[in-house]
């Protein structure tokens, strides 16, 4: 089973706060609240450097994944016009002696540290980087 959901369209680093909000509705709707502050930070995170580093439109999804015998997650989706990047060698860049957690380059070790995956996958009219969230408790709704 899946259940989605589209965020409105983001513009600006101001429409972050509205942003949230949805997330966190969307969240208490599919009955897993319990993520919505480690989902704020991780759409947060994601979306900023879509704004920062992609081309608009910036689009966020997310998405309900429930299959029996498998952990449930929450995927969060974040397309945006721009180019893929190589998420292999973002974490290389982690294990490098040089790397510190300066003022640019935490917010993606952020978003690893709080979900169970993430990637970028591209395509013709830009890419998505996703993370996923595992769900605790049964919280599936059954509507």
């Known amino acids: ?3 989605s959901s589209t965020c409105p369209v983001v513009r600006t680093n101001g429409s972050l706060r509205g942003l949230r909000g949805h997330v966190r509705a969307q969240l208490q709707a599919w009955r ?8 704020e930070i991780v759409v947060g995170e994601l979306v ?3 704004l ?10 997310l998405s309900l994944r429930h299959q029996p015998g498998v952990r449930n997650t929450v995927r969060i989706e974040v397309t945006d016009a721009g180019a893929a990047f190589d998420v292999r060698l973002v974490r290389a860049r982690w294990r ?3 790397f510190t957690a300066g003022e640019s380059g935490r917010g993606l070790l952020m978003v690893d540290a709080l979900t169970c995956g993430w990637g970028d996958l ?3 009219h830009g890419h ?3 993370a996923e969230l595992v769900c605790e408790g049964a919280g599936v709704p059954v509507r």
């Open 52 to 61: 920062r580093h992609g081309r608009p439109p910036v689009r966020v999804a």
């Open 48 to 50: 900023t450097n879509a």
């Open 122 to 124: 591209g395509n013709f």
């Open 1 to 3: 089973m899946r259940r």
């Open 32 to 39: 897993q609240e319990a993520l919505a502050d480690d989902a």
């Open 128 to 130: 998505t980087v996703w």
């Open 96 to 98: 490098h002696p040089s």
